[in-house]
């Protein structure tokens, strides 16, 4: 029965919560998870089953599955939860995920928290908690193995075999000075395969290049996919060594980026929860669509200021969405690949000019071909000369305006510390409607008034 819930998890345990299934077979379908897989399995239902799949979670695995819960969703299940039952999900975390789940605790529980653990444990948390969650810092796991370059392997081995809890991901022993810098990194394969007595300083990788603490989430996403290796160790201001960041916790990174990056572009987040009260989410929406409507009536604006040549040649009403859905898609294409490539580093500045002019070729020849299209389709439909030629221009000039304001917004965005992600595609649809409608009315009223 375990095995068949492991094989079709959570897919199985979710129909059995909805269907309300028997309660041994579904508190064995919910132990047979992964914390990961239960985290998403509570995640994907509505509030009342939600707090009956919580009511089957055994008490020792709700620590790790309080972790992998989105940030609302997490809040959510807390507030149910006794102060003692919290302190107890929180008993034996790793620290770099304990140090996420506290952040959302109250200062009382986290100070009891905090007061359980050892004073090295204390003083580990500390080092993740001044750190933001989104920097290497935050990211890192404060657990770390660290000797000297003159010690013999034989006597790395002896302290490992002393040491009372390793690390669960020691993939490396890192090496440090007296002054606990780092100076490179003895892999378990060399440490294992080397003479007893040979020294850490034959065997260390002194190539292997730390990532700073400070260094944002991002950046550290990029720094891992140049390293050929599964982790990296984490130095602060003065080189010293401070914790480690595993190919796991990237790959979390990795998939928060993403969801930022999708969701941001409708102007929602990644930790809402998709089962919110219909208030919550109406509510969350409202801003967005209120921007919206407002980048909505200043393009009305322009086309009431244009309203004598709508009046006197009804044809400009029926091709006016043609220009501005043409302009905002192909805005959207070039807004599209810059964000991406903003977020993955390689957009900077020695080759924004070369991008730049790339995109507005590419706009202007877009620009030219689709404009005969639309005079011919525009002539063929309407048999009007003047009208298709004039739709024709508007849209090449949107073309081109949409292609610069793609490379440009994301950038300006960036600059004044504004998420691309989450403004760009409104200031962008913005500026292609305005030009759009601009260049089509302002041409209608010169050459048909």
């Not at 090449?396 to 917004?409: E, F, M, R």
């Amino acid at each position: 029965m375990v095995e068949h819930a492991r094989d079709s998890s959570p897919r199985e345990a979710l129909r059995a919560l909805l269907a309300a299934d028997t309660e041994p077979r579904l508190r064995r379908l919910v132990h047979a998870l992964s914390p990961r897989e239960a985290a998403i399995l509570i995640e994907s239902l509505p509030p009342g089953r939600r707090e009956l799949a919580w009511e089957l979670v055994d008490e020792e695995d709700e620590g790790e599955i309080l972790v992998e819960l989105n940030d609302e969703v997490r809040a959510q299940i807390m507030e149910g939860m006794e102060s003692a039952a919290l302190v107890d999900a929180a008993e034996g975390l790793p620290l770099d995920d304990l140090a996420d789940l506290v952040a959302d605790l109250p200062d009382d529980i986290t100070e009891r928290i905090i007061r359980s653990l050892d004073e090295d444990e204390r003083e580990l948390l500390q080092s993740v908690l001044v750190f933001p969650p989104d920097s290497a810092g935050g990211l890192m796991a404060p657990e770390v193995v660290s000797v000297r370059p003159d010690m013999t392997l034989e006597g790395v081995l002896a302290y490992l075999r002393s040491h009372p809890e390793l690390p669960e991901d020691l993939y490396c022993v890192y090496v440090v000075d007296r002054r606990r810098r780092y100076r490179g990194v003895l892999q378990v394969r060399d440490l294992l395969g080397g003479a007893a007595d040979a020294r850490v300083s034959r065997f260390m990788d002194t190539e292997a290049r730390p990532i700073h603490c400070d260094t944002s989430a991002s950046d550290v996403i990029r720094q891992f996919r140049n390293i050929d290796s599964s982790v990296a160790a984490v130095v602060d201001d003065e080189g010293r060594l401070v914790g480690q960041i595993t190919a796991d916790d990237v790959v979390d990174a990795l998939q928060e980026q993403t969801d930022h990056e999708i969701l941001g572009s409708v102007g929602l987040d990644e930790e809402d929860d998709m089962f919110a009260p219909v208030a919550v989410s109406t509510g969350r929406r409202t801003l967005w669509l209120g921007l919206n409507l407002v980048t909505a009536l200043v393009a009305a604006g322009v086309v009431a200021w244009f309203k004598p040549a709508v009046e006197r040649v009804a044809l400009l009403a029926v091709l006016l969405p043609v220009v501005a859905s043409m302009g905002g898609i192909a805005g959207s294409q070039t807004l599209t690949l810059m964000v991406r490539g903003l977020s993955q580093g390689r957009v900077r500045n020695s080759n924004v000019r070369w991008l730049l002019w790339k995109e507005i070729a590419v706009g202007l020849l877009n620009g030219l071909g689709w404009a005969l299209v639309v005079t011919l389709v525009t002539l063929g439909v309407f048999s009007n000369l003047e009208v298709a030629l004039i739709a024709g221009a508007a849209i090449a000039i949107n073309l081109l305006a949409a292609a610069a304001s793609g490379v440009l917004v994301p950038l300006i965005l960036r600059r004044i510390n504004i998420d691309p992600a989450l403004a760009g595609g409104v200031v962008l649809t913005t500026i292609t409607d305005v030009v759009g409608f601009a260049a089509f009315l302002g041409l209608a009223t010169m050459l048909l008034l």
